[in-house]
Structure formats: C-alpha cells, structure tokens
C-alpha cells in the first residue's frame, strides 16, 4: 500500500533548494494559521504521516494543531532528528563536549536512570547511549502519535563515511526498543541502502530530472527494484522546477512506497493529493 506523507518545509519558511522559496515563505504573514489548517485536513485528503523536524516551532505547531489534544483525526508523525541548528549552536559557543553536555543537562537523572537500566540487561553501551539520545529529542513531543523516529541526513551521511554497519543496527534497534519504527534521510541511497538495516525505511530525493539525485536516477532506481525495504521518495518536484503533472508521468516513480509532498497552501494540498492517489 503507498502512502501519503505531508511534509513541514514551508510551515518554517524552508527551502533547502530554492532560497526565494524559502524567502516567499517567510513573507507569509499567515504562514502558521496556514499550517495548522493543513495538518488538521490531512487526514481526510489522504496523507497517512505528518513528517516533522525537531524546530524551536514543532512543539508550538503540533500543540494548535491538535496533537496534545488526544485527537485521533491526525495524521501518525514522523519525527526526524536530531535538530541539528540548535546542536550545532550550543557546539559552536561552548566547544564539543560542554555544548553536548548543555545539550542533555536538563535530563540527566533520566539519562543515567535509562543508562543503569540497559547496563543491568547487558544492552551494549552504544546502543544505550543512542537511546538516551533519541530519548532527548522526543521527551516534550506528543510520542503516543509518532509513528517513526527518522534520522536527519545531515547525521545519517556523516555516519555513512564511517561505513560501520553496526553503528546503524544499534541506532536502527534503539529506535524499535522506544516502540519506533525507523528511518533515515540520505543524500546517498545507493551506500545506505548497503549499510543500513533493511528493517530500516530510506527517504530519498528522486524526480524525473535527475536533480539532487546522488550518484544518478538509474543507479538509484535500480537500488529500488531490487530492494526489500521501504523507499519513500522526496524532491519530487524538483523544487518548483517540475509541475506535479509532469512528476507523475513518471512510472518509476510508482516503486516508491511512499510519496513526501509539501505545500503552505491548502488548495495546492487539495489538488496533489487527489492526484497522487489516484495515480497509485
């Protein structure tokens, strides 16, 4: 079964392709009001996730959308981490080890409560401490409506240079311990789709222009054809360089498992929706 996934870009002005895009959604004087609306009616026009990143924002959008109001109108989330601009922040102004140290210090009796746990089910240090990681990122979101924990590809390709296997698998079975699913971001499916867990799902850019795929669309739609695992394809616009009409023209696209598709407009979401299911 394909699925539908809405993706949070423009409800915080970003665009990581296009900087008068992210300049056109900055200047949306109603951009939240706009968001909200859109996550409320995304169940109805068939989207079965809501992908967000951890933001200053999330928390805020999420609340007035409805998640911490018990509501089971809403799409399942998938929650990417880790916020890496508030990481890279507290890293830049006190050094590595105190910025990560003031990155957790707010949990650090749970922290260690979780640690002494894992020590006592002889649970290898690594994936403890991946846990307590993951643990940090989603303790003020409304987890009861997280579907999967996806990893950011800033931090996903930087592990990829390493090529340790095993590094992915204790990251991978951290996620399900906490009741996950998991997944990763790549700007490299063809080396992730080698070294990451195939219980694990890959979002990947792919469009029928080639643009942003790495290392090129047949190698990458070749990885999809022989794979067991769950691809969920992104970009698929091309950031506003190719008309939705024009994406769906393309079969391969049709391997994917699941379609992400943003939008700060709601009749834009209206009219992809429909499409994109009815070309599934």
């Known amino acids: 079964m394909k699925k539908l996934v809405l993706g949070d870009n423009p409800f915080f002005g ?10 056109s959604y900055l200047e949306e004087h109603d951009r939240e009001k706009k968001a909200v609306e859109i996550i409320k009616q995304s169940s109805s026009l068939g989207f079965e996730n809501f992908m967000i990143s951890s933001h200053p924002e999330t928390k805020s959008l999420l609340d007035k959308a409805g998640y911490y109001k018990n509501n089971k109108n809403l799409p399942k989330l998938i929650f990417i981490i880790p ?3 508030k990481l890279n922040k507290l890293v830049a102004s006190k050094g590595l080890i105190i910025g990560i140290l003031s990155f957790f210090q707010k949990d650090l009796i749970t922290l260690i409560s979780l640690v002494i746990r894992d020590l006592f089910k002889l649970k290898p240090i690594t994936f403890t401490l991946i846990k307590v990681f993951i643990y940090t990122m989603i303790k003020d979101m409304p987890s009861k409506n997280i579907e999967y924990i996806c990893i950011h590809n800033i931090l996903t390709d930087i592990l990829l240079g390493i090529s340790n296997k095993k590094t992915f698998e204790d990251i991978t079975d951290a996620i399900k311990s906490l009741g996950f699913k998991p997944a990763f971001i790549t700007l490299n499916p063809v080396e992730a789709n080698k070294i990451i867990p195939k219980k694990a799902s890959l979002c990947v850019y792919y469009n029928k222009n080639s643009y942003n795929i790495c290392p090129s ?14 691809w969920w394809a992104m970009g698929i616009l091309a950031s506003g360089a190719i008309d939705l009409e024009d994406a769906l023209d393309d079969t391969d696209l049709k391997l994917f498992n699941s379609i992400l598709y943003a939008s700060i407009s709601i009749d834009r979401i209206q ?6 299911l009815k070309f599934f």
Do not use: Q
């Open 83 to 85: 916020n890496v601009h």
């Open 271 to 276: 009219n992809a929706s429909k499409k994109i």
């Open 217 to 230: 669309k047949d190698e990458l739609i070749k990885e999809v054809k022989n794979s067991s695992r769950d």
């Open 14 to 23: 970003i665009s990581h392709l296009n900087s008068l895009k992210s300049k």
